[in-house]
């Protein structure tokens, strides 16, 4: 599967949860927007390390570990969002007891 | 058109129309579901690429755990399409406007990523593999492995300070 | 060593002044420091062989600045100066009452150390140091003591002066890199062979941090309010020492180091200071306020030696050296009228004074005096600094000559309506009951007449004393 | 003998110096004579010297080095010579003499002011030797500005009264204008020459070294400081304001010595003029002008000092004329036999005063002959020779002048004489007025009027007998040969410009008539003054047209205060006011004003919402791609700007 | 390695003597403890002494620069808890946790200086990100505290979001996650070969480096963050962390700087050039001085990033001097300031009378921020910009920041205005004797350094 395809796909995605995050003003949806953007960054990864790794494989054949790194990559990535959702949603949770809403437009308390 | 190539394309299609739902859709829980549709092409899109471990954690972690404490958070606080707040629709279109800027950029910018072309993520290989995986991260990752551990700490920790009354 | 102890001595009497809190031991100590420091300065200029002017030892190894202090004639002359202004700045204010007095002593003595510090540092980070530690205790002395619009006046002043003197910077760092050797050694900056587009650009750099300071013509805004605002003591120290900081700096950092540039720009900043000359004179004409007419007179007389400076003509580089001291001794003793003024009848106005000639009349013959000094009339010393520089920038060009000269008439024309309006006609309400000029008024200003004087009559040492300099400038490059 | 040369400036200078410290210790008597001793001392130096001259020939002596700079060297240094030694007489002869009147004249003022004034005196008598004896134009200079700084001091002597110091500002700076030039042309002889010693500035090699533009234009810039110093158009208004010092003061400053100090310089620096034959017409021509517009002016003044102020700046033109005709040795012969008649008409005219309690006004005056028989005699006396009437002083200097400016130019001559008839009538009808005819002031006054003591009439006296036969040093040759004793003893200083200027002798017949032709109108002019005023009566009514402008002296004064003062001070005010606060004040500030206007407009960005922030950064992130990925072109852009 | 090792231990440690002891001065004491003995085990480092010896297989790097600044910023830490370990003990119930934080972020901080490949620079930013978060809210009823945790959180989850695409694209155009190893970029810019996909990569890392170091334009998040969280922690987050963000950036971009030719130092250009004209403009007109010194950190910021301008060894031992000048300044204003009654300038009026010790140290403080000789201020601006002529950058920039230096005088001077020149009876809540002595001897290291920087300079090359 040519690579181009990865890319436009994953791209489209993360690009997505950018729109996502500029759109919304709800802070959950705000943020399964950011867990999107991640998300599509896991899958480009994936498919740069099948890149690298079918390079590889040329090189040295069938024993190659080439582009592993890319998936553990993905796996650390899925480690930090885990932990990242347990405190954002803490806080999440916070401001709600404190405001009773999740509205980042009124999160403006602090400007200028 | 082999399979995968129209496995490819299926997917492609579900994962990002099911985005598009998460943006669209009034209701919050919808969004989440939606979202949980996302993360199932993905683990699809892994699959194909034959990286079975992620494609399991990635549908575990995410569509599994995290997925499901946004719908318990979204449940607790009784969100829903009415209570949900709209953007002013000009903000909209700026994010829109400005998100589709940021796509453009990039694909003009990998139309031009010459050395890309012809190069190929191909399904074969095995280095998607638990055993694989395992081996390098316990042997040339294990610094990282045992580090990310402080992370979960002080996440815990984090959790914790917040979360007290 | 003389010109580290120059140093050393105010930094450290100053410190040890900030903690006396009784009015009359800080007053007695900062005086008795003060009168070391000037014999110190004079055994070490005139009696001790000249290897005591020099200093060097490393300092800031890793950026290739030492602490390298040079004494030359210039130097001397203003580390005189400076020595000399001081205790005549505490003696002729020694009845002012200032509150907690320790701090106002100590900043005085810690901007005499930075005043000493700029005129002996011969290596540039050194020099731009010593350039901002003169100028920081002026400003808290100035907020701290000066009149009710002191901060805001106080405050441009130093911002205005700090924006100059971070130029320099710029234009220092980029000289040290082009040193060969890496140093900020005076002798290897006056050794460097610039690029003539990169000398214009750090030429101006260097140049609008002096012009700030001296200052002049457009960049002369802060200085009437400054002295205005601030106590006449600082006054004194601002505009008798510090702005010959400013020339002093054009003369040996700026014409050495750039002689293309000076050359090339010579007339631009000559019609600078000449229409400054003419344009702070007429100004003058207008004052009503003692220390503002003092403050615009000493701009006019501030341009004229800023023009002789650039039109690089030895004559007149030797009438701004002797000027300098000469400008310093008369401005003082002009301020110490002023401020005795001030304290005994809260006035500083033409219009509220008159006739004080019946009630003082000692005060009249030495502000008479002092007024005709500053009119350069012949026999006073500042006759001899203008003669020499109207000479050299005569040979430069006969109409710059003659429009400066007109300001020197506009000169009489102010400083004689001064004169008029606070000692003629009769007596008004304010002086009514003016009393005579008290003991160590009257004699120190006794002395500044007598300095004035005498070096009207035989200015040759004062001459001779700056002679090694102005060679060296003008022709070694 | 003439190392004693030191002495002469040095006697004043104790003088001024005790008497200045002690003027609160000393009593009256001790000040007067400390004061008048000094002068007496050099006066009798001078004496010496000037026969050591006479015997031997001119000398210099250098006390120091006075400024020693890279491209001059400036001597303090003392040249005794004819011309110098002859002015040193008449300064100290006639300083003096008027010492000795003012210790009477002065004797009300309370002690302290009575040394603060014989102080200044012995200044001004140091300045003017200074000025005299300077080898060089440097050392003129100081006396030039000294001699300016005393009179300063002397005109606002009662500085109590504002008007008064006024006028001492207004001499001040007048004589500040003309010190510019010569300033000027002092610079110009160091630029070309690098000295400014006569000796060596007239040498023949150093002459050569400037062309005739230089010397023109250091001679007329010269002329410019003359014109400060002896009040010569259009320079000259100070003078009469000038009499607002007391009466002595303005016999010896602004009579007989201070103010021919002017003709002191251009007789000096004599060879310089007569190379400069344009710069010699100028002179001749504003010494002219100035002699007959003086004249007009005294003919309708009141004030009988302002009366003697004019006649002074009318004599001076003479003077000037005399020197632009190059009749150098008339203009100091005229120089000396002024001082004479006008320094005894000055102290008459104070005796007086004096005895007319300050009473200045001719019109309330008259009759006062047998109240004061010596001043009026000497009056009269002074009258005459002023008048130019054979044998009297007067008469030969005057027409030593009138002669050389005819074989220059008739016109000259006509003019001078169409003066001479004025200067004879003013005078007449100031003597009239004054001492003719019967009392016409108050009658406590007329009680009171009395001699004078003999501190002043002595003076009258002597001066008296020096403006009668003081002439006879310059008895003309027509009427005898080798008798004009004066012009030998001056021949050897300008024995240059003689040897330049070309002689053309007219023949006696020519000058017996024009002698006579003056003389008899002279005596014409005389008898119609005297007759006109004698039966004068104190009038209210205004005077009109003509008259009206000379009584307000064709209003030169307002004229300056038009044309130059007020324009001055208004464009002052426009600068203080306008340019200095808003101009460039202004912009200073306007740059922090700016910064606050940037810091108010820039707080809005932070406007507090994460959606904006969140869009500036995916906002910029695109143009990042954009400026990288365009940077040549930016480059460019910015190399176009900068 | 040590640093990395026992600092998450002490955390650990922390963590569990919140269970075991109940008086708070106990936990400011353990930590204090436990930092001198961090400090000690990582100078042991840097001599080659390891608590244990670990194979990191080339994802760390442990060299004498991150040794040092590891060093620079414990010591900090150290000053910090001193002077305001009092207030950290106010701040809530949990401050056994709190501490537990900070030693979980000098954690990641110890990472971000050795990390030897992207993956340990996004797992060391997201170590010291996510105890951020927390303590800004750790005021828990304080709104502002909830809103700037969020907003912070927020945003910087987006900004990782960024940097992991960034990543991945450099991933994909090079097949690494190692730096520096990529001939074709050191081969000169902008050639052909350079690929694309990493071009594009770099410049999503860079920004979100800039997030992370406040840089404009994506500094948005710093002032109301700043302003939001507990004073105390404000002084943290806007001094080590800041600090520990830059070296990361420099430690990540200093190969590339060179090789990535002329369009980078552009870039840099307008990044610098903007964030020196907002965070000085903006801080002129501000009322409270917590929200001025939020902005003056984005100015101190702008001069900051000279060292990646200048990316010479200049630079390197700059931001060396800088860090430790900007952090010991501000923590030394920040501990005054967290003591005031109310946080506006008017607050400060008259100080230097009912707080001359205060007054005093807090000036000099502010000098040393505004860059005034004689101060360490004067030096860190000093080596920035001398990086940056010495590289031959252009003389424009260089003026350009010294007079926005100029206009940070302005702001800084309005503080020392109000305790010395305007009347007022400003007063500040339990000064101890200690905390006074602690304090002089703050400014008086200041001004030592000012004097001779060496005496820093001087660790770096042992």
């Excluded at chain 2, 606080?77 to 000009?90: F, R, V, Y």
């Excluded at chain 3, 000479?391 to 710059?400: A, H, K, V």
């Excluded at chain 4, 050099?42 to 006075?66: E, Y």
């Excluded at chain 4, 000025?131 to 500085?159: D, K, R, T």
Aim: aromatic share 14%; hydrophobic share 55%.
């Amino acid at each position: 599967m040519p690579i181009q395809y990865y890319i436009y796909l994953c791209l489209t995605l993360f690009s997505i949860g950018i729109i996502g995050v500029l759109t919304r003003r709800n802070a959950i949806i705000v943020f399964m927007c950011v867990e999107l953007m991640l998300n599509a960054v896991n899958l480009l990864l994936v498919a740069f390390s099948k890149m690298h790794h079918s390079v590889g494989l040329g090189a040295e054949g069938a024993t190659s570990q080439a582009g592993i790194d890319g998936q553990l990559f993905v796996f650390f990535i899925m480690v930090v969002a885990a932990a990242e959702v347990s405190v954002g949603l803490a806080i999440i949770v916070m401001m709600y007891r404190n405001t009773h809403s999740v509205d980042i437009n009124f999160l403006n308390r602090l400007k200028n | 058109m082999s399979t995968t190539e129209i496995l490819f394309f299926l997917l492609s299609a579900l994962a990002v129309f099911s985005a598009i739902m998460v943006l669209v859709s009034k209701n919050p829980v919808h969004s989440v579901l939606w979202l949980i549709a996302v993360f199932f092409a993905i683990s699809g899109h892994y699959i194909l690429l034959n990286a079975q471990f992620l494609a399991i954690v990635n549908l575990i972690v995410y569509a599994g755990a995290i997925m499901v404490l946004f719908l318990f958070v979204i449940m607790l606080m009784n969100l829903n399409a009415e209570t949900e707040p709209q953007k002013h629709i000009w903000m909209k279109f700026a994010g829109a406007i400005s998100g589709g800027c940021f796509l453009l950029m990039l694909v003009s910018l990998t139309r031009q990523a010459v050395e890309m072309g012809g190069r190929n993520a191909i399904s074969g290989g095995n280095i998607g593999l638990i055993k694989n995986l395992g081996k390098a991260l316990f042997s040339d990752y294990v610094v990282p492995f045992e580090i990310t551990s402080v992370l979960f700490l002080s996440a815990m920790v984090g959790a914790v300070v917040i979360g007290k009354k | 060593m003389i010109p580290v102890s120059l140093i050393l001595i105010p930094l450290i009497t100053g410190l040890v002044t900030f903690f006396l809190k009784e009015a009359k031991t800080a007053k007695a100590w900062s005086l008795f420091a003060s009168l070391v420091i000037l014999a110190v300065t004079v055994t070490g200029i005139f009696f001790l062989p000249a290897t005591n002017l020099f200093y060097d030892t490393p300092w800031l190894s890793e950026i290739g600045s030492r602490f390298s202090l040079v004494t030359d004639g210039m130097g001397k002359m203003l580390c005189l100066l400076t020595a000399v202004s001081f205790p005549v700045i505490f003696i002729a204010t020694y009845k002012n009452d200032y509150k907690n007095p320790g701090s106002f002593y100590g900043l005085m003595l810690l901007a005499q150390a930075g005043l000493m510090g700029v005129f002996v540092a011969s290596d540039a980070l050194l020099f731009y140091f010593f350039w901002e530690l003169a100028l920081i205790p002026v400003y808290f002395l100035c907020s701290l003591w000066g009149g009710e619009r002191r901060i805001a006046v106080t405050f441009k002043f130093f911002i205005y002066t700090f924006i100059g003197s971070l130029l320099m910077l710029v234009g220092i760092l980029y000289l040290y890199y082009q040193t060969p050797d890496h140093s900020f050694a005076l002798q290897s900056f006056y050794n460097l062979k610039l690029s003539i587009g990169s000398e214009r650009f750090i030429f101006w750099l260097f140049f609008i941090a002096f012009a700030i300071k001296m200052p002049v013509f457009p960049f002369h805004t802060w200085q009437p309010d400054a002295y205005e605002q601030s106590p006449t003591s600082v006054t004194m120290v601002m505009s008798g020492v510090m702005v010959k900081m400013g020339i002093f700096a054009a003369i040996r950092w700026l014409l050495p180091i750039f002689p293309n540039a000076s050359m090339q720009f010579a007339n631009i900043i000559i019609i600078l200071s000449v229409t400054g000359m003419l344009y702070a004179s007429l100004i003058a004409i207008r004052q009503d306020d003692i220390k503002r007419l003092v403050a615009y007179s000493s701009i006019a007389h501030i341009g004229l030696m800023c023009a002789a400076i650039f039109t690089h003509n030895k004559t007149g580089m030797e009438g701004v050296m002797i000027q300098m001291f000469n400008h310093g001794v008369n401005v003082i003793g002009l301020w110490i009228v002023a401020d005795v003024i001030e304290q005994q009848l809260g006035t500083r106005k033409f219009s509220e004074l008159g006739g004080l000639a019946q009630k003082a009349p000692t005060l009249a013959i030495l502000l008479v005096v002092m007024a005709f000094a500053n009119i350069a009339l012949p026999l006073t010393n500042a006759f001899i600094g203008e003669f020499l520089m109207f000479n050299g920038l005569f040979s430069y060009n006969i109409w710059m000559a003659a429009a400066a000269g007109v300001s020197v008439i506009l000169a009489a024309v102010y400083t004689l309506n001064m004169v008029q309006k606070v000692l003629y006609g009769n007596t008004v309400a304010t002086t009514e009951n003016a009393t005579e000029i008290s003991g160590n008024v009257k004699w120190i200003l006794v002395v500044l007449v007598i300095i004035v004087i005498a070096l009207g009559v035989y200015p040759q040492p004062m001459i001779n004393l700056t002679n090694d300099t102005v060679n060296a400038i003008l022709y070694n490059h | 003998m003439s190392k004693l040369v030191f002495l002469v400036p040095l006697f004043p200078l104790l003088g001024f110096l005790v008497n200045g410290l002690g003027r609160k210790s000393m009593s009256k008597t001790m000040i007067s004579v400390v004061g008048s001793g000094a002068i007496l001392a050099s006066f009798v130096v001078s004496l010496v010297l000037f026969f050591d001259v006479k015997a031997n020939g001119g000398s210099v002596t250098t006390l120091f080095n006075f400024i020693e700079a890279n491209s001059f060297k400036i001597p303090f240094a003392f040249q005794v010579d004819q011309l110098s030694s002859l002015f040193l007489l008449i300064i100290t002869g006639i300083g003096f003499l008027i010492h000795l009147y003012s210790s009477a004249y002065m004797h009300e003022e309370e002690p302290q002011h009575f040394g603060r004034y014989f102080s200044y005196l012995n200044l001004f008598v140091f300045s003017m030797l200074l000025l005299v004896l300077g080898a060089n134009y440097v050392i003129m200079f100081i006396g030039w500005e000294g001699v300016g700084l005393c009179s300063y001091l002397l005109i606002g002597f009662w500085f109590k009264n504002n008007n008064y110091n006024y006028a001492a500002r207004k001499a001040f700076v007048m004589n500040r204008i003309g010190d510019l030039g010569f300033l000027l042309a002092v610079f110009w002889l160091l630029f070309k020459l690098g000295t400014a010693t006569y000796g060596d500035v007239f040498a023949a090699d150093n002459l050569s070294k400037l062309s005739s533009f230089d010397i023109t234009a250091i001679t007329l810039l010269l002329f410019v400081g003359a014109m400060g110093k002896s009040a010569q158009i259009p320079l000259y208004t100070w003078l009469p304001d000038a009499m607002a010092g007391p009466t002595p003061v303005s016999a010896l400053i602004h009579a007989a010595t201070m103010v021919t100090a002017g003709i002191y310089m251009i007789a000096r620096s004599n060879i310089l003029y007569t190379m400069a034959p344009a710069t010699q017409t100028v002179v001749a021509v504003i010494g002219l002008a100035t002699a007959i517009f003086a004249a007009t002016i005294a003919l309708k003044q009141n004030d009988i000092k302002k009366v003697l102020a004019y006649s002074t700046v009318s004599q001076l033109g003479y003077m000037f004329l005399g020197l632009g005709v190059g009749a150098y040795t008339g203009a100091v012969f005229h120089v000396m036999t002024h001082a004479f008649f006008k320094a005894l008409l000055f102290l008459g005219a104070g005796s007086v005063i004096h005895a007319m309690h300050h009473e200045q006004d001719i019109r309330k005056m008259g009759g006062l002959k047998k109240y004061m028989p010596i001043t009026h005699l000497t009056f009269l006396l002074a009258c005459l020779a002023i008048a130019g009437i054979p044998p009297f002083s007067g008469f030969f200097s005057k027409d030593e002048i009138l002669t050389a400016s005819y074989s220059a130019n008739p016109l000259y001559y006509y003019i001078g004489v169409a003066g001479a008839l004025m200067t004879a009538f003013y005078m007449f009808r100031l003597y009239t007025l004054t001492f003719l005819g019967k009392f016409r002031g108050t009658h406590e006054q007329e009680h009171h009027v009395h001699e004078s003591p003999w501190q002043m009439t002595f003076p009258l006296i002597i001066l008296a007998i020096l403006s009668v036969i003081g002439g006879l040093v310059g008895i003309p040759e027509v009427f005898a040969e080798n008798a004009h004793s004066l012009e030998h003893f001056l021949a050897p200083i300008f024995a240059e410009s003689a040897k330049i200027a070309e002689h053309h002798h007219l023949e006696k017949s020519q000058e017996y008539l024009m002698m006579g032709g003056s003389t008899a109108a002279i005596i014409i002019v005389i008898i119609f003054a005297v007759n006109s005023y004698k039966k004068y009566q104190a009038t209210e009514e205004e005077n009109a047209g003509v008259s009206k402008v000379l009584e307000n002296k064709w209003y030169v004064d307002e004229l300056y205060d038009a044309v130059i003062v007020n324009p001055l001070n208004a464009l002052a005010g426009f600068f203080k006011n306008i340019i200095e606060k808003s101009g460039i004040d202004g912009l200073v500030n306007g740059v922090g004003r700016l910064v606050g206007y940037g810091s108010r407009q820039l707080r809005l960005l932070q406007s507090g919402q994460v959606g904006n922030y969140i869009l500036i950064m995916v906002l910029a992130m695109v143009v990042f791609f954009l400026i990288w990925f365009n940077d040549v072109s930016i480059v460019q852009f910015f190399n176009k700007i900068f | 390695m040590n640093a990395i090792i026992v600092s998450a231990l002490l955390g650990v440690v922390m963590m569990f003597s919140g269970i075991m002891f109940k008086n708070k001065t106990t936990y400011t004491a353990i930590a204090v403890a436990g930092l001198l003995f961090l400090l000690v085990a990582n100078l042991l480092n840097s001599y080659g002494i390891y608590v244990i010896h670990v194979d990191t297989h080339f994802l760390l790097n442990f060299e004498q620069f991150g040794m040092f600044f590891n060093s620079i910023a414990i010591a900090a830490t150290l000053i910090y808890v001193l002077l305001s370990g009092k207030a950290i003990e106010k701040m809530g119930v949990s401050v056994a946790d709190h501490y537990a934080l900070i030693f979980f972020v000098l954690c990641g901080v110890s990472i971000l200086s050795s990390f030897n490949g992207l993956l340990m620079l996004f797992l060391g930013i997201e170590i010291m990100s996510i105890p951020l978060y927390i303590l800004t809210g750790a005021d828990k009823r304080n709104l502002k505290s909830n809103e700037a945790s969020l907003k912070y959180f927020l945003m910087g989850a987006f900004s990782t979001g960024i940097m992991l695409m960034g990543i991945t694209l450099i991933y994909g155009g090079t097949g690494s996650f190692t730096l520096g190893i990529d001939k074709s970029l050191s081969a000169g810019g902008l050639i052909p070969r350079t690929s694309f996909l990493e071009i594009a990569g770099l410049i999503l890392l860079f920004v979100s480096m800039c997030f992370k170091v406040s840089a404009a334009p994506f500094h948005f998040w710093t002032p109301d963050v700043y302003d939001g969280a507990p004073g105390v922690f404000t002084s943290f987050m806007a001094t080590i962390v800041k600090a520990a963000g830059f070296i990361a950036f420099v430690r990540l971009f200093d190969q590339h700087t060179a090789a990535l030719g002329p369009s980078w130092r552009l870039l840099l250009g307008f990044v610098i050039v903007a964030t020196l004209l907002i965070g000085n403009i903006t801080a002129v007109f501000q009322q409270s001085v917590k929200r001025m010194l939020a902005y003056s950190s984005i100015a101190q910021a702008g001069f900051m990033l000279f060292a990646l301008y200048g990316a010479n060894d200049m630079a390197k031992e700059g931001i060396l001097l800088y860090a430790s000048a900007y952090c010991l300044a501000t923590i030394g204003i920040f501990s005054v300031l967290i003591k005031m009654k109310d946080y506006t300038f008017d607050g400060f009026n008259g100080l230097a009378k009912t707080q001359p010790v205060l007054a005093l140290a807090t000036t000099i403080c502010l000098l040393s921020l505004a860059g005034i000789p004689l101060t360490a201020g004067f030096f860190a601006k000093y080596y920035m910009l001398a990086s940056v002529v010495k590289a031959g950058g252009s003389l424009g920039i260089v003026v350009i920041a010294v007079l926005f230096a100029a206009v940070s005088v302005y702001y800084y001077f309005r503080v020392i205005q109000a305790m010395y020149f305007k009347d007022g009876d400003a007063e500040a809540s339990d000064v101890t004797t200690g905390y006074k002595v602690g304090l002089l001897l703050l400014s008086a290291f200041i001004i030592l350094t000012g004097l001779f920087p060496s005496i820093i300079l001087g660790w770096f090359y042992f």
